[in-house]
């Protein structure tokens, strides 16, 4: 397999996309694990006995989070509508109700001050095994960490971090996927489930080559996030 197969040159990277009738989608990958090592110390961060310090130490995360904003301060410059998409593992806002550690807290409010600053469309994280949708300061923040593994209870009641002013939209104790479409208005989210009658949103390469089995599933969650104009 090809080093380049998945397109991911590096640990954090940003890729552009200009559509046909001029709108802008900016792709931005950070390490959130990564992001950490400069707000926690080793006592304070999930597995650090695990981690890397050439990636996830203080030095390296400083530097992230300078490329960061740096990346923030170019893609929100200019009038062309777009949609600026963040992605990490991390959370900044859940609803699940799991164990936290004081580096991923502070991360989550460095993180949340950048995003709101910049006007960013949607920050989308693994981490936590449910389907979420929350808002904060025109901010969406989606979790699709639904691939596998046991799920997370919801706890609707009690968003982490607390009192922090974040509206939870929606949420699913469900494994799944989310689609992630752009078109004319912006881009359309929808959260899906695997059933045994449903639509078809793709289709499985068979195992058994004279299979003809496709897998079929439920849309349980659809919204539009709208391009915006610079406002800066």
Same mark, same amino acid.
């Given at each position: 397999?090809?080093?380049?197969?998945f397109?991911?040159?590096?640990? @954090?990277?940003h890729? @552009?996309f200009?559509?046909?009738?001029?709108e802008?989608?900016?792709?931005?990958?950070?390490?959130?694990?990564?992001?950490?090592?400069?707000?926690?110390?080793?006592?304070?961060?999930? +597995?650090?006995e695990?981690?890397?310090?050439?990636?996830?130490?203080?030095?390296?995360?400083?530097?992230?989070?300078?490329?960061l904003?740096?990346?923030?301060v170019?893609?929100?410059?200019g009038s062309? !509508?777009?949609?600026v998409?963040?992605?990490?593992h991390?959370?900044?806002?859940?609803?699940?109700?799991?164990?936290?550690?004081?580096?991923?807290e502070?991360?989550?409010?460095r993180?949340e &001050?950048?995003?709101?600053?910049?006007?960013?469309?949607? @920050?989308?994280?693994?981490?936590?095994?449910?389907?979420?949708?929350?808002?904060?300061?025109?901010?969406?923040? +989606?979790?699709?960490?639904?691939?596998g593994?046991?799920?997370?209870?919801i706890?609707?009641g009690?968003?982490?971090?607390p009192?922090?002013g974040?509206?939870?939209?929606?949420?699913? &104790?469900?494994?799944?996927?989310?689609?992630h479409?752009?078109?004319? *208005?912006?881009?359309r989210?929808? +959260?899906? *489930? !695997?059933? *045994?009658?449903?639509i078809?949103?793709?289709?499985?390469? !068979?195992?058994?080559? *004279?299979?003809?089995?496709?897998?079929?599933?439920?849309?349980? @969650?659809?919204?539009?996030?709208?391009?915006?104009?610079n &406002?800066?």
């Amino acid at each position: 397999m090809p080093k380049d197969y998945f397109q991911l040159p590096s640990p @954090y990277y940003h890729k @552009y996309f200009r559509l046909a009738r001029g709108e802008e989608f900016h792709l931005i990958v950070t390490d959130s694990v990564g992001l950490e090592g400069a707000v926690g110390s080793a006592s304070e961060r999930r +597995f650090a006995e695990r981690l890397s310090m050439e990636y996830a130490g203080p030095t390296e995360s400083r530097k992230q989070w300078a490329w960061l904003e740096e990346t923030l301060v170019k893609v929100t410059r200019g009038s062309a !509508p777009r949609i600026v998409m963040v992605v990490g593992h991390r959370p900044v806002f859940s609803c699940t109700a799991r164990s936290r550690t004081v580096a991923e807290e502070r991360m989550s409010l460095r993180l949340e &001050k950048m995003l709101s600053q910049f006007g960013v469309n949607m @920050y989308i994280n693994g981490h936590d095994h449910s389907m979420q949708h929350i808002l904060k300061d025109g901010v969406n923040y +989606f979790g699709n960490g639904v691939g596998g593994f046991d799920l997370h209870k919801i706890d609707i009641g009690n968003p982490w971090p607390p009192n922090r002013g974040e509206k939870v939209v929606w949420a699913k &104790k469900a494994h799944g996927f989310a689609l992630h479409e752009l078109n004319a *208005e912006g881009m359309r989210i929808r +959260f899906a *489930e !695997p059933v *045994e009658n449903g639509i078809q949103t793709a289709t499985e390469k !068979p195992t058994d080559p *004279e299979s003809t089995t496709s897998r079929r599933d439920a849309i349980v @969650y659809e919204t539009m996030i709208p391009y915006t104009m610079n &406002k800066f």
